[in-house]
Each structure stands twice: as structure tokens, then as C-alpha cells.
């Protein structure tokens, strides 16, 4: 991860990080691990949990814990009540500042432990769905820090949501199901910056894809794409793949769901396991593992479905998240974003803020260098040029 080397040289320089406090919840894996060391060695004490119980590696966890000696609360599977105790130890340390994941670990903050909020500087969220929670938590006056929206950095989702989804998501279906995508028909509910990144790599594969949106702009970007549009619930009679990546919850219902082909198989992309009603099937399928990230849903009527990794982050659960060329990039804005908290984070007012532009300049131009490659540069010609209103001179 060269990228994030080249940011760690960054913050050892400024010393902004030594002596925070850093409470983090994000999935912990290999890529993780690297940028909590960096933090660490930029000076900060670090505490790491994971932001799905279901995203683990296990070997990862036990390595930072008894090799790295940095405190990891995670293990793969946990329960519902792990996951919030886990988050609580990540608290005990009493952060400077949060990087969150979904906003599980800034709502913890503000609903349990709301005697850690008055040291909190601020956070940064690496998410399209925390992003708009917190935008929603903004709205009713219940945040109470600063929140750089890592997720609305350019060097994030321009390829973590469209290059790295796509890819790892694509991954942990076939990883789970060992089916062939080409020829099939694939419905992709969303297209976001992870939708589409998600249905330009089924197409690339051979898939035949159908969009879902609710948001006619999107819907019209799809349809010059050279993607079908249809509405969920009739696209989903004919589909053999349903992918989700919305960030909202209920976009394949119990009721949707009995509509579809016999076969099909279901696998979410988006952060929380809602987008499928999971309890829904659960409480009127007969179920059956028949794989290890695989069950199968038979309705009464002796229809068949198949849900991948319990409607949960298919991309981490079945496979191996984002490839680590994404995640450097990623990374690096998100060790960069924590450094500019720590620096200027005492004059931002509590809300949802955009690191400044110039720092994903910043990035890009590491990223170049560690590609080895050359950009132009504008003369001071072109700059006076662009600065004039008087374009004909």
C-alpha cells in the first residue's frame, strides 16, 4: 500500500497525531490493519473493532492483538451483543477522534456514551450509508462533532464505491455460489457509485443487467449506460442474480421475493443487512445451508431461493473485500482526513463536513507517483487564460 506509506511519511513529519486518541469500527482485515499501524506509528494509541459482525478475519484480529499488541475487539460471527460491546471497549479509550463505518460507533457516542462526547474533536465515516445518517443526525440537531464524509472524498468513491465494489462484490458471489455469471441475467438495485461499479463488472462478465432506481436522474444515466430499467418487482421474475446497493432498507420484501424465478440467488452490497428482509424469510421459508456462505429459502410452495452470507456485506462476508490498490487510496484519505482533524478540527462546528478538495490533489498526485506516472502542468499562461473573464485574448 504505497500510497498510504507515502501519507504516513506526511504525518510522522507534522506530529498532528501524537498523542490522540483514535477509537476506529471498520471491517477488520488486512488492509485495516495497515492503516491502524500507521496511525499508530504516526503517533496515536489505537483501539479497533469491527464495524460487521460478519467481516472479519480472524487471523488479522489475533495478529494486531498478540503481534502488533494493538487492541483489536473483533472476531468473525459474533452476536448482535458482541458487536456493541466490542464497540464499547473501542470507547473505553476515550478517542480524540472516531473513524466509523456505517455510523454504528458515532451513534453509540451520542445515545450511551455521551459522557466521551466533550473530548471528541471529531470523525471521519467511510460510507455512503453512514454518510447519510449522519446527514440525518445533522438535520435534527443531534450531532454533536465535526464528521469529515471520507465517503464524499473524490479518491474514495470514485474508485472504492465504483472500482472496488464492483470488483469484490463480484468476488464473493462467485467465491459463494461457484456459478457462471455469462448469459445470466442480473438485477442490480441501485446505481450509486457502487451500483454502477457493480453493473459494469456483471456486464463485463457476460451478464445481461437490469437496473433498479428510484432517483430518475440515475435511472436515465443507467439507461445511457446501455442498461435495462425496470422495476424491482418486475425484474425480479426473470432474474438469476439480484445484487443490492442501495443503503436503504426493504428493497427486496418477502412478497418480492416469492415473485422470483425459482433458483434465483440474492446477495446485498450494500453496509446494513436490510436491504433484503431477511426475518421476513426466515420466519415463512423452510432454510437449509447448502454452502458455506449459501442457504436455501423454500417457500411453501416449493419455490427456491438462495441468500448469500445472511443478506450481509456479500463482498466481505464471501470474499475479500476491496482489492488493496483500492483501499491505499482509500486509506490514505482516511489517515490524511484523521491528521486535518486533529489539526484544524477545533474550528469546524458540529456537522458533515468535505476534506478539502486539495487534499484529494494531494492523494491523486501520490498515487501518480507510486503508478510512475506524469502529468502536464498548466504555464503561467494558461492559469492568467483560465482566470479571465475576457476569453477571446
Known amino acids: 500500500m504505497p500510497v498510504l506509506g507515502l501519507a504516513a511519511h506526511k504525518l510522522k513529519r507534522g ?29 496515536a494509541e489505537v483501539r479497533l473493532a469491527s464495524c460487521n459482525p460478519l467481516s472479519t478475519d480472524d487471523s488479522v484480529s489475533e495478529a494486531l492483538n498478540s503481534v502488533y499488541e494493538l487492541p483489536t475487539f473483533a472476531r468473525k460471527g459474533q452476536s448482535d451483543e458482541e458487536y456493541y460491546a466490542n464497540l464499547g471497549s473501542v470507547l473505553d479509550v476515550g478517542p480524540d477522534i472516531v473513524i466509523d463505518d456505517g455510523a454504528d460507533l458515532i451513534a453509540l457516542l451520542h445515545m450511551e456514551r455521551r459522557d466521551l462526547l466533550s473530548k471528541v474533536i471529531g470523525g471521519n465515516e467511510e460510507t455512503t450509508t453512514g454518510v447519510i445518517r449522519l446527514r440525518s443526525m445533522e438535520k435534527d440537531g443531534k450531532l454533536e462533532f465535526p464528521v469529515i ?19 469484490s462484490s463480484l468476488d464473493g458471489i462467485m467465491t459463494a455460489t461457484n456459478l457462471l455469471l455469462a448469459g445470466k441475467r442480473i438485477v442490480v438495485a441501485g446505481y450509486g457509485w457502487c451500483g454502477r461499479g457493480i453493473a459494469s463488472r456483471a456486464r463485463g462478465m457476460g451478464g445481461i443487467v437490469t437496473v433498479t432506481e428510484v432517483d430518475p436522474v440515475k435511472a436515465i444515466e443507467a439507461i445511457m449506460e446501455g442498461f435495462t430499467v425496470s422495476r424491482m418487482e418486475d425484474a425480479i421474475r426473470s432474474a438469476d442474480f439480484v445484487i443490492t446497493a442501495t443503503g436503504d432498507r426493504d428493497i427486496v420484501t418477502w412478497e418480492t421475493a416469492h415473485a422470483a424465478k425459482d433458483g ?98 494531494e492523494i491523486a498526485r501520490m498515487k501518480l507517483r507510486t503508478l510512475g506516472a506524469s502529468i502536464d502542468e498548466l504555464t503561467e499562461a494558461q492559469k492568467a487564460y483560465l482566470a479571465s473573464w475576457n476569453m477571446g485574448t
Open 264 to 361: 434465483c440467488v440474492m446477495a446485498n452490497a450494500g453496509h446494513f443487512n436490510l436491504e433484503i428482509d431477511v426475518e421476513g424469510l426466515r420466519s415463512r421459508c423452510s432454510v437449509t445451508r447448502v454452502r458455506e456462505h449459501v442457504e436455501e429459502f423454500r417457500f411453501p410452495d416449493g419455490k427456491r431461493i438462495y441468500l448469500l452470507s445472511d443478506g450481509r456485506l456479500v463482498n466481505l462476508a464471501a470474499g475479500q473485500g476491496h482489492p488493496a490498490e483500492i483501499m491505499d487510496m482509500s486509506f490514505a484519505t482516511q489517515a490524511l482526513a484523521a491528521d486535518y482533524l486533529a489539526t484544524e478540527g477545533a474550528k469546524l462546528k458540529p456537522g458533515v463536513h468535505l476534506l478539502p478538495r486539495r487534499m484529494d490533489t
Open 15 to 43: 506530529g498532528g497525531l501524537k498523542g490522540k486518541k483514535i477509537g476506529m469500527a471498520l471491517h477488520v482485515e488486512a488492509k485495516t490493519a495497515c492503516l491502524a499501524l500507521t496511525l499508530r506509528e504516526a503517533g
Open 149 to 167: 464524509a471520507v465517503n464524499d472524498s473524490y479518491m474514495k468513491y470514485l474508485f472504492d464505491n465504483r472500482y472496488g465494489t464492483g470488483q
